[in-house]
């Protein structure tokens, strides 16, 4: 029997998950980043926690392949974090290097985004094509792109940001220092700042009546609850969120052409709103040759991050 | 000695010319698409040229390694012209079958775009790069994307169409059908007509007076030429073109991070002026650790139609 680890290694905690070989999560755990320790410390606690969960499931450690590091910020060499800007840890930080001489094991690190796309195209929804964009949702939005069957890196791994694209030159200054970015409007955060000026304008609806005196209690789960249900200024709100979604998404086939495009993250919960709208305002975006391409919700949901890092080393070549 | 033919097969004309193994142009002629005489009259007229060429170079036909053929419009396989919109010839047009059967020899098609990014990656301004974008701009925009060594063509072989991308939501109709689509500003056309809108706002400078009773006659070089000797109105043009440019080239930048970008086509002969105009806006829409990436001139010129399409030859593998 082959196990294999998979970290999603995150600003704040570190999920950490061993799979079997038929990529099952056996047993999953989280702990602190606390990166201000030094990565040396954090690391250290990771592989404490690995060897932990393995004697928890009663596999000997030597039946481990191999550890896969889903890590925010642009990767290269699936090694180097050029940019290690959620961490307290400089830049061009070997976290390959640093692990295998902790853990004595084979590690593979990649940016986390392109992770979840190369686990949702070995078992997930995007499984057997050659040509698919995975879009986390969350906090932020980034494109994990397969092409020809490789994840595309770019030359300082810092391909598919596509949520750093402008789509309001006029707008709001994004903390990455460009203005209006598209994940200034289609994130959980974006959501909600984009609806609370549309609450304020239109003053009605339940949304309005349930958060007018305290706004800041609004979350984009709220948003998406409500337009379910049909309250009309929360569909407006939605509406306008998979407008924006949907200019970045046109932009993405019109450059990329893929075969079909994944809704991963934490708004994936609400796919089904998202892409049915995305689909209304695609046309205005995309191609026509191109705009019946399929837009899913992502299969590994939750545990995308763990099996996505995990796949690094499953589907090592 | 090897011989490769390259054919630029455009609307119009079809340039068709023969390369030696140093990758030289040793003769080059064009002829009449008249694509509304079918297929198999304007490939036998192509034929027949090419070994009419080869008497001319008193080189035997039997030392062709094979042809490269570069088309507009989405090809896939190498080999099939799904849209073939500049050609009275119907959609999923065989190219490549056709052609092998006229001739009896290896033939390989791909998009003119990408033909050229090959080209020029193999002997121009991007040989060595391993990530390249080349962007042909002339009658349109497009861009040739060759990531970690690899032709991009996508699943329809529609990739690279940055010229699709909105960028003005409220502006003018493209021929693709969407609306405000960058290829209306960043074209030899797109600049000439946003150049009027300026010269009948300012009425001045040596553009306006020598177009005004007749804008017509307005061309893009007329406005490289004068904003090169200084003339402001001209200065300005030139800026609004550049802006939108390095809009687009952001995007590419932002999504893909390349290594190196390499202006192409009809406009290139103005390439230092619209580099130079790009480098200045593209701190608005590039991060910022991508905005010192290379832009520079195609090498390839006028050639490259040619060379590229041979190039798909001399790479074969």
């Not at 196990?3 to 056996?26: A, C, H, P, Q, R």
């Not at 994004?174 to 239109?202: D, P, W, Y």
């Not at 407008?243 to 052409?257: P, Q, R, S």
């Not at 391409?293 to 090592?316: F, M, R, T």
Request: net charge negative.
């Amino acid at each position: 029997m082959k196990y294999f680890v998979g970290v999603d290694l995150g600003g704040t905690n570190v999920k950490i998950g061993i799979l079997d070989s038929e990529y099952n999560i056996l047993t999953e755990e989280s702990i602190k980043t606390e990166s201000k320790r030094g990565p040396e410390d954090t690391f250290t606690r990771i592989w404490n926690k690995i060897q932990e969960l393995f004697t928890k499931i009663s596999v000997d450690i030597s039946e481990l392949e191999g550890i896969g590091f889903g890590i925010p910020g642009p990767v290269v060499n699936k090694s180097i974090v050029k940019i290690a800007a959620n961490f307290s840890w400089g830049n061009d930080f070997n976290a390959k290097e640093l692990f295998e001489r902790i853990s004595g094991k084979t590690v593979i690190v990649e940016n986390d985004v392109r992770a979840i796309a190369l686990g949702e195209n070995l078992f997930g929804a995007s499984k057997g094509y050659k040509n698919s964009i995975i879009l986390p949702i969350g906090t932020g939005i980034a494109a994990g792109m397969i092409i020809n069957g490789e994840l595309i890196s770019g030359n300082d791994g810092a391909a598919g940001e596509i949520g750093h694209i402008s789509v309001d030159l006029n707008g709001y200054k994004c903390g990455c220092g460009l203005t209006g970015c598209l994940e200034l409007f289609t994130s959980a955060k974006g959501i909600v700042r984009e609806g609370i000026k549309v609450l304020k304008q239109e003053k009605k609806g339940i949304l309005y009546e349930t958060f007018k005196d305290d706004f800041e209690k609004l979350e984009a789960f709220h948003i998406f609850l409500e337009a379910r249900k049909g309250d009309e200024v929360a569909e407006i709100i939605v509406d306008n969120f998979c407008n924006k979604l949907a200019y970045g998404i046109g932009v993405l086939i019109n450059l990329v052409n893929p075969e079909i495009i994944v809704i991963a993250g934490g708004l994936a919960k609400s796919s089904d709103l998202i892409i049915a709208g995305v689909k209304k305002h695609l046309p205005k975006y995309a191609l026509n040759m191109s705009i019946d391409i399929p837009i899913v919700k992502s299969e590994l949901l939750d545990s995308a991050g763990v099996k996505g890092a995990a796949s690094l080393i499953i589907n090592k070549k």
